[in-house]
């Protein structure tokens, strides 16, 4: 079982309202990601980071924004949430070492609905 | 474009069957091939990982094939359980990138009936 926690696993708001989804891992992992997957489909990503300070938008545009202040903590923040953003929102974390494989560890997610 | 595609979309089996699930890539280029359980409403746990010059891989009931020529890739269940109900994703990773980047397919639905 991985060390990775989101917080909250079920969060419904009304349109409009600023929203940060928590994230934290206690295995030390540099690199972690943030992924979107609707039902029925494959993740994408939406942000990742390298290490404290580092963030990337990843593949699929997105309307949040994430912060690495701290290595064990990556939020991601919607400033004003709308039904669009409705999904499930994944976090992981992987601690890379420069390998070829570098195995993802996945939090059990966050379901948003927004309506 | 770099895909991953595959198949059945669902499958429905009794406990106790075996059953093989198929993913088929475009990833170029190619380095390793995972294949991920995800329980419904949990995030996906990584159940096997192979490199290039890997053909068979297995963790328990699960084996994983792959075959970098025709890049298709499959998991075997054997003697399924309740327990294996779940979506199984297949996930390219290409070579090249300080990423990693990973290509997702959309998963197969397993549902075993006791």
């Known amino acids: 079982e991985a060390d990775i926690y989101q917080t909250p696993r079920y969060l419904v ?14 295995m030390g992992h540099d690199k972690m990601y943030w992924y979107q997957q609707d039902p029925g489909m494959e993740l994408h990503l939406i942000h990742y980071s390298y290490g404290v300070n580092s963030t990337e938008k990843g593949d699929l545009s997105s309307e949040s924004t994430v912060s690495r202040i701290r290595t064990e903590h990556f939020p ?5 949430a709308r039904p669009s953003h409705t999904s499930q929102y994944l976090c992981a974390s992987s601690d890379g070492a420069g390998r070829s494989v570098d195995t993802q560890y996945f939090g059990p997610g966050t379901r948003l609905t927004v309506l | 474009k770099n895909q991953v595609e595959q198949s059945p979309q669902s499958l429905i089996i009794l406990e106790g069957k075996n ?8 990833v170029s280029p190619f380095s390793n091939l995972r294949w991920y359980k995800q329980d419904t409403g949990r995030g996906p746990v990584s159940l096997t990982i192979m490199t290039f010059s890997e053909n068979t891989k297995s963790n328990g009931r699960y084996t994983a094939t792959l075959d970098a020529d025709t890049k298709q890739s499959s998991l075997h269940i054997t003697a399924s359980q309740l327990s294996d109900s779940a979506s199984y994703i297949c996930v390219v990773s290409d070579r090249g990138s300080t990423l990693g980047r990973l290509y997702f397919g959309r998963g197969t639905q397993l549902t075993v009936w006791p």
């Open chain 2, 19 to 26: 059953c093989t699930l198929q993913c088929n890539y475009t």
């Open chain 1, 76 to 80: 991601l923040t919607l400033e004003s």
């Open chain 1, 13 to 26: 708001i009304g349109t409009g309202k600023k929203i940060t989804l928590e994230c934290s891992q206690t």
